[in-house]
């Protein structure tokens, strides 16, 4: 569990830096949920740990499509964490380019599809204390 949280950081996420490959949990889901709620701060946030376990299980431990693979669900059945699961390539695209053009970097961003005609960016602000 240890070195499965360690590459989760290391790689901003459950998929290799290199080659976008999955990586998954060594112990089964309930070992998982165990370890977690073992926190100190379990008691304190359950009812958002349990949320949050119960979006995310099938992401993590998943490894048939889509879940499989880095991209978009239109162009190759993947998914991906800087898009929601509704973006389109084309999507992506248009918000990459108005990105640009404002000099926002789109691998600081994360882009969800609320209807057809409207998408929320979040900008991520990273600072670095030394």
């Known amino acids: 569990m240890l070195a499965y949280c360690a590459a989760v950081f290391q790689n901003c996420g459950n998929y ?12 089964d889901s309930d070992s ?3 370890i977690v709620r073992s926190c100190e701060n379990y008691e304190i946030h359950k009812d958002l740990i349990e949320t949050i376990l119960e979006k995310i299980e099938k992401e993590v431990y998943t490894e048939e499509e889509p879940f499989s693979r880095i991209g978009f669900r239109d162009e190759n059945n993947g998914t991906t964490s800087y898009y929601s699961s509704n973006v389109t ?3 992506a695209k248009l918000i990459d380019e108005w990105c ?4 926002i970097s789109p691998l600081n961003t994360r882009l969800f599809k609320t209807d057809d005609k409207v998408c929320q960016l979040l900008v991520i602000n990273i600072i670095h204390l030394c």
């Open 16 to 27: 290799k830096s290199f080659g976008d490959t999955k990586f998954v949990p060594e112990c």
């Open 32 to 34: 998982f949920k165990q």
């Open 89 to 91: 390539k084309a999507d």
């Open 100 to 103: 640009q053009e404002l000099k």
